[in-house]
């Protein structure tokens, strides 16, 4: 035995270094607390969807003990508290559970093979799932079609569409909606210029789902840049990108070149309504019908930057600073159609931006504010925008009522 | 098994003197360079203080609060990591070549030893592994060290406390070397012995065909590389990413066990049959 004591200890150096270091990971990675939304009022329904993925931390001034830099990440749902951390690394590359990923994951796992479903193409209603993509030739640089992928719930069947696209420089997949037999695949196309883009025109592929032909292609809309100018066309993105929404709507704008530099800086800082851009329309394309309309906003709205949309309305965050005021405006009716005052709880706390988040969906706000403490002042809320009634109403809370804590929601999602 | 364990025990001892040299080495770098930047940032922050008379506020607003992550992205920490790497690197080729090489030609009588071979083979496959998993562990182990000294040098008021997870995982590299969940620990490592047998191999070809050995080796070693990471590129070329992630993570611990397997198996075989004193 004691010729070999060298080995011995290396040895024993070695499994109880990371052997400790292991378990104490582990150990610590399990006496992380559960969180519950408590209903305060209303209907429970609302938030059965809803995933908060938050940051959990104990000391905000301090970084926390337990392993990532500032905080563990948690996804909150109804009745479930998820940290990261906690997964395996096969359960955390599925998708983190009850999360959109892994929803999709789990029950369209054939359909999703080779396709990319944490993309911006992706539809879902009742009975179609549909996916989207640009055939892209990267020793060429250039889109050369359109990848259709569908599936039928009713019947399981999967079908695919490929469309060859001829002249096509450069194409991404903006949106999918469906309208009866026909899937509506909304696309933009650029040109470069050395100093910016060109020209920008939106583009919208019909297929037909009982052939699995094109039918049409649209040019919805096209924007032309003069020398000094830059042009731009980008699509208002809903909270539920793959939702069958009423309409798709368009921002269109122009600035002449001298311009273009302070628009990006002022950009960068999430705050580009301050400057005063030659041209800012908005157009809406109803799904139902086929026309492309220009949005005519009331002048209080004019110039300023949607900040959410839910396929129907769109929702400008107005007030001062210390107030939260939301006009609703309706693109079916052309006008405001509700101003809604949200009451919340304000934090002083300098370690996020802002205080609150919200989140749109059906005709529905879904609010929190962005901090949780063990104060237990922060709810979530979920408002109807036509009536400005609070339809739900639940607190954030611990399992364990005397946790000390502050958590930081990052943002809302929904499971489907 | 007995002859795997004394032959394991005998590379062991080879390997202590080495080991505990460059652990003096590695460590001993580490600890001077927390003293020494934990020593600049405070004297920087007398300097402001006591001579330029700033407050602790402003002098807070000039540097903002050290962290230990200052000292684990500075070369004495990270220099120390490529020293520690580098050697094992040079130990795999010595673990070999020193058996050959030399006044006595030590392989002779290490081939003689009444066991199987395989057993050779396998004690010096462990001893790299237990050589890297040594440094692994010691670093943790130390790390408690060298956040306490840094502790004791810094102003409460002037730093922000990591642990030592935290503090392990301040860039990509390390990272790699400490990743957040055993199972990948496993995998990481895993990979890491399954290269190594493969180099072991190569220089088996060599060592069997001389020469020749060289570009057989070349060839086998390429081979093995393209058969390890086979998953994901075949996925990618020609599936057209049928597969999911974690699909292709265990394929890829499937293709890992059998390039490790193919490398003991060819190993043995050139040890038992070809190898050449």
């Known amino acids: ?416 | 098994m007995k002859s795997y364990l004394k032959l394991l025990n005998f590379e062991m001892n080879r390997l202590a003197k080495f080991l505990f040299i460059l652990i003096l080495v590695v460590f001993g770098i580490q600890i001077a360079g927390t003293v020494v930047i934990s020593l600049g940032f405070t004297s920087e922050i007398n300097d402001l203080m006591i001579r330029q008379g700033l407050t602790e506020e402003e002098v807070l607003n000039v540097f903002g609060k050290m962290t230990f992550q200052q000292i684990v992205i500075s070369v004495f920490f990270f220099g120390t990591i490529f020293i520690a790497a580098t050697s094992v690197l040079f130990y795999i080729f010595l673990i070999w070549y020193r058996d050959w090489v030399g006044k006595n030609t030590f392989a002779y009588r290490l081939l003689m030893l009444p066991t199987n071979r395989i057993n050779v083979y396998l004690a010096k496959l462990s001893t790299i592994l237990i050589m890297t998993l040594t440094f692994v562990a010691l670093q943790i182990i130390l790390l408690k060290f060298e956040i306490q000294l840094f502790e004791w040098i810094v102003p409460e008021a002037f730093r922000e406390d990591l642990t030592v997870s935290q503090a392990l995982r301040q860039s990509i590299e390390m990272g790699l070397l400490y990743p957040y969940t055993f199972f990948e620990f496993l995998i990481n490592y895993g990979t890491g012995i399954t290269l190594v047998a493969v180099i072991f191999t190569f220089i088996l070809f060599e060592r069997s065909y001389r020469v020749k050995g060289i570009f057989i080796g070349i060839g086998y070693g390429v081979l093995s590389i393209l058969v390890l990471f086979s998953p994901f590129y075949i996925n990618d070329l020609l599936l057209n990413n049928y597969f999911y992630t974690d699909e292709l993570i265990l394929m890829f611990i499937m293709a890992d066990i059998i390039v490790l397997g193919s490398a003991i198996f060819l190993g043995h075989y050139l040890l038992k049959n070809k190898i050449r004193i």
Do not use: C
Request: glycine share 6%; proline share 2%; net charge negative.
């Open chain 1, 1 to 416: 035995m004691k010729k070999y004591w060298k080995s011995i200890t290396i040895i024993l150096i070695t499994v109880l270094g990371i052997g400790t270091f292991y378990i104490q990971s582990y150990i610590s990675a399990l006496s992380l607390p559960d969180f519950k939304i408590e209903t305060v009022e209303g209907d429970e329904t609302f938030i059965e969807n809803i995933v908060l993925v938050s940051e959990y931390v104990t000391d905000a001034e301090n970084v926390d003990e337990y392993g990532y830099g500032y905080g563990q990440i948690l996804y909150l749902t109804e009745d479930n508290t998820i940290y990261r951390n906690q997964l395996s690394l096969i359960n955390e590359m599925k998708g983190i559970p009850e999360t959109r990923e892994r929803f999709l994951r789990d029950e369209y796992s054939s359909f999703f093979r080779g396709i990319n479903m944490w993309n911006e193409s992706i539809y879902e209603d009742e009975q179609y799932l549909v996916s989207a993509d640009i055939v892209y030739n990267y020793y060429r640089g250039l889109s050369e079609g359109v990848k259709v992928k569908y599936l039928n719930k009713e019947n399981g069947q999967t079908e695919s569409i490929d469309y060859p696209l001829s002249s096509n420089n450069h194409l991404i997949i903006d949106d999918i909606q469906v309208n009866g037999d026909t899937i509506l695949v909304f696309a933009k196309q650029w040109t470069f210029r050395e100093d910016g883009h060109a020209k920008e025109a939106a583009y919208l592929y019909k297929f037909d789902m009982n052939t699995n032909e094109l039918i049409t292609t649209e040019e919805l809309y096209v924007v032309e840049a003069e020398p000094d100018q830059y042009v731009d066309i980008s699509i208002l993105h809903d909270s539920k990108s793959w939702s069958p929404n009423d309409y798709v709507v368009y921002r269109s704008i122009m600035q002449r070149d001298e311009a273009v530099q302070e628009y990006d800086v002022e950009d960068e800082f999430g705050d580009g309504e301050r400057v005063q851009l030659e041209d800012n329309r908005l157009f809406a394309y109803e799904v139902a019908t086929g026309e492309m309309k220009e949005v005519n906003l009331p002048e209080s709205l004019r110039d300023r930057f949607v900040n959410y949309f839910d396929g129907s309305n769109l929702y400008y965050v107005t007030g001062d600073v210390d107030e939260l005021k939301l006009a609703v405006y309706s693109l079916k009716e052309d006008k405001i159609i509700n101003e809604l005052e949200i009451e919340y709880t304000k934090y002083d706390n300098a370690r996020m931006p802002g205080y609150y988040m919200l989140t749109v969906d059906d005709g529905y706000v879904y609010f929190h504010e962005t901090l949780v403490t063990d104060e237990g002042t922060s709810f979530l809320q979920v408002i109807d925008t036509t009536t400005g009634e609070i339809v739900y109403k639940g607190k954030i809370v611990p399992e364990k009522s005397d946790l000390q804590f502050e958590m930081f929601i990052m943002r809302t999602e929904f499971q489907y």
